[in-house]
């Protein structure tokens, strides 16, 4: 007998609550932020207004589903199973928080606060919650956009995926020392001493790395198969070199860096927390991810 399907529900901890469990109180908050200029008031609205959001799109869950939530904190332990919907109720950096965990379930963005952020990925509204969780679910009517990850392979197996890009480098973001070549074997590689490597996709081309200088590339569309990079801050000595900043990646090529710090680490979206630890002498290879993340259009 098949599982029913599962909604879960993707939320992160608000501003507010992260102020309480600093300060204490409401009162307490308030008044830190005060003494700065600041008002407790639009925090705490935006709190609500996420806490309604994830409220409504629970009851909207059809009535033979099952249903789990799940905070952004434990995703790195939680078991998503294939007959999943996963909803995210938040804002887009949630979906790509979420995307490294998933293998190909059907992910539905919802916004909470429409209006304060782009949107590209948290697309729909709380009050769509059912007409979109009943496409989405046994015999999809829904159309699914398959959107570019990257993956980072390290030499003993470890492994990380991201949405929007991936970092390659120290965790103070301080010079790395590394060589940088193409996998094949192409190019001879590069020592380099820079702030690090990010390789991104199409949906994360036009954040992090385009600010960094990966703006001198085209950028990819979200679901092109392709992946660009970019050497940040490369510094030119006797023993470095500085002629390979920037590149494309499509089909089987891959990025290689060969360590030669003491510690580098790569980490996907943001979530330095969970990160691929690399020693001198190891490698990693970034390049297309096979698997993609499936959001609902």
């Given at each position: 007998m098949?599982?029913?399907?599962?909604?879960?529900?993707?939320?992160?901890?608000?501003?507010?609550?992260?102020?309480?469990?600093?300060?204490?109180?409401?009162?307490?908050?308030?008044?830190?932020l005060s003494s700065r200029g600041r008002s407790l008031d639009e925090v705490a609205a935006r709190h609500h207004r996420a806490l309604r959001a994830l409220t409504e799109v629970a009851a909207a869950v059809p009535m033979s589903w099952r249903q789990a939530r799940v905070e952004r904190a434990d995703l790195d332990r939680f078991l998503f199973g294939p007959e999943d919907v996963v909803v995210v109720v938040g804002a887009d950096g949630l979906v790509a928080n979420t995307a490294k965990y998933l293998t190909g379930q059907v992910v539905v963005g919802i916004d909470t606060d429409p209006g304060r952020g782009l949107g590209v990925l948290v697309r729909h509204r709380p009050g769509d919650a059912g007409?979109?969780?009943?496409?989405?679910?046994?015999?999809?009517?829904?159309?699914?956009?398959?959107?570019?990850?990257?993956?980072?392979?390290?030499?003993?197996?470890?492994?990380?995926?991201?949405?929007?890009?991936?970092?390659?480098?120290?965790?103070?973001?301080?010079?790395?020392?590394?060589?940088?070549?193409?996998?094949?074997?192409?190019?001879?590689a590069e020592a380099q001493a820079s702030s690090g490597v990010l390789i991104g996709t199409g949906t994360g081309a036009t954040g992090w790395l385009r600010s960094l200088g990966g703006g001198a590339l085209p950028a990819p569309s979200p679901t092109d198969p392709v992946l660009v990079w970019c050497v940040r801050e490369a510094w030119p000595s006797p023993t470095t070199g500085t002629s390979r900043l920037t590149g494309v990646l499509t089909g089987s090529h891959r990025l290689r860096l060969t360590v030669e710090s003491e510690r580098l680490v790569a980490f996907g979206d943001g979530m330095e927390g969970d990160a691929l630890e690399l020693?001198?002498?190891?490698?990693?290879r970034v390049g297309l991810a096979e698997v993609a993340l499936r959001l609902l259009a």
């Amino acid at each position: 007998m098949s599982l029913a399907p599962r909604a879960v529900l993707v939320h992160r901890t608000s501003e507010y609550e992260e102020l309480l469990a600093r300060h204490g109180t409401h009162g307490q908050a308030a008044f830190y932020l005060s003494s700065r200029g600041r008002s407790l008031d639009e925090v705490a609205a935006r709190h609500h207004r996420a806490l309604r959001a994830l409220t409504e799109v629970a009851a909207a869950v059809p009535m033979s589903w099952r249903q789990a939530r799940v905070e952004r904190a434990d995703l790195d332990r939680f078991l998503f199973g294939p007959e999943d919907v996963v909803v995210v109720v938040g804002a887009d950096g949630l979906v790509a928080n979420t995307a490294k965990y998933l293998t190909g379930q059907v992910v539905v963005g919802i916004d909470t606060d429409p209006g304060r952020g782009l949107g590209v990925l948290v697309r729909h509204r709380p009050g769509d919650a059912g007409a979109l969780l009943r496409a989405a679910g046994p015999g999809r009517t829904a159309r699914v956009d398959e959107l570019t990850m990257v993956e980072a392979v390290a030499d003993d197996t470890q492994r990380l995926l991201a949405l929007n890009e991936i970092y390659l480098g120290r965790p103070d973001h301080q010079t790395s020392r590394y060589r940088l070549g193409p996998d094949d074997g192409t190019a001879p590689a590069e020592a380099q001493a820079s702030s690090g490597v990010l390789i991104g996709t199409g949906t994360g081309a036009t954040g992090w790395l385009r600010s960094l200088g990966g703006g001198a590339l085209p950028a990819p569309s979200p679901t092109d198969p392709v992946l660009v990079w970019c050497v940040r801050e490369a510094w030119p000595s006797p023993t470095t070199g500085t002629s390979r900043l920037t590149g494309v990646l499509t089909g089987s090529h891959r990025l290689r860096l060969t360590v030669e710090s003491e510690r580098l680490v790569a980490f996907g979206d943001g979530m330095e927390g969970d990160a691929l630890e690399l020693t001198w002498g190891q490698t990693v290879r970034v390049g297309l991810a096979e698997v993609a993340l499936r959001l609902l259009a």
